[in-house]
């Protein structure tokens, strides 16, 4: 081999590394523009932030609608779901609507606090049983997207990071077993 064809070859080989980790990149969460609306209507995302809200309420720390979690459940759908769970995902707010009317008489945006946290209980264990009894190719159930979307925008978020977990912006060297108290935070860096 001479000099020419080794750096050809090493060329194709880099070129190809380059090119196989963009493919990879790219493969997973592909980010539109920063306007869902071509998804979600501003009266969805405020229903999807009463939503999380009921997940994770406003209590001696901020509450999920204080996240924006509802900005961040709707941007995920639109950019990391397949266009399946995407219709599951939107199929399922219209479903928790219309469970909340047959059981209360209203929406659920018009439902009190109790009412939604009842109905959100009932939904979460449809949702267990139904991940439970599932078929492999059959998609999960839409709750419990909203649920992982919820509890994964929430403590990702600088709200959720900093004044529900424990938060320290420059950790220092690794310590694998540290001392916890009953009622201490978690840590949100470790």
Wanted: glycine share 6%; aromatic share 8%; hydrophobic share 35%.
């Amino acid at each position: 081999m001479n000099r020419r064809e080794a750096i050809t070859s090493v060329a194709w080989l880099l070129g190809g590394t380059v090119l196989g980790a963009d493919l990879f990149l790219n493969a997973a969460c592909k980010p539109g523009n920063k306007d869902v609306s071509s998804l979600f209507e501003k009266e969805q995302l405020a229903f999807l932030n009463e939503v999380a809200e009921t997940i994770l309420p406003e209590t001696s720390t901020p509450g999920a609608k204080a996240a924006k979690v509802g900005d961040f459940m709707a941007v995920m759908v639109r950019d990391c779901y397949t266009t399946e769970d995407q219709k599951v995902f939107m199929n399922g707010m219209t479903e928790l609507d219309k469970t909340a009317d047959e059981k209360f008489g209203k929406n659920f945006m018009e439902c009190n606090a109790k009412q939604r946290t009842d109905l959100l209980k009932e939904l979460d264990i449809a949702q267990k049983d139904h991940q439970e009894n599932k078929k492999e190719d059959e998609p999960n159930h839409y709750f419990r997207m909203m649920k992982e979307l919820t509890l994964l925008g929430y403590f990702t978020s600088e709200v959720g990071a900093t004044k529900a977990l424990r938060y320290l912006p420059v950790p220092g060297r690794y310590e694998g077993c540290v001392p916890y108290k009953k009622g201490d935070k978690a840590w949100a860096t470790t």
